[in-house]
């Protein structure tokens, strides 16, 4: 894998964990400030599945980059 294929690889690591936390900040933020009550929206079906999909596909992404990581190292 060459410098620019890695390079493409880790920003879209970066796009996905920005995407993540993004809705994270939004479930968490959006039941505090819009709606003046203690309640998050990280139950509500929608967020969940969201946060589940994007985290599930972050995670693997994170660990194949540590794989390559270590791979390039040797």
Known sequence: MN????????FVIEGLGAVFVGI???AYLGGLFVV???TVF?????VKTALAI???????LVLVAVVIAVM???
């Open 3 to 10: 410098n620019n294929k890695l390079t493409k690889f880790l």
């Open 24 to 26: 994270f900040l939004a």
């Open 36 to 38: 003046p009550q203690t």
């Open 42 to 46: 990280h139950s509500v079906f929608a």
């Open 54 to 60: 994007f985290g599930g596909v972050l995670l693997v």
């Open 72 to 74: 390039k190292r040797k």
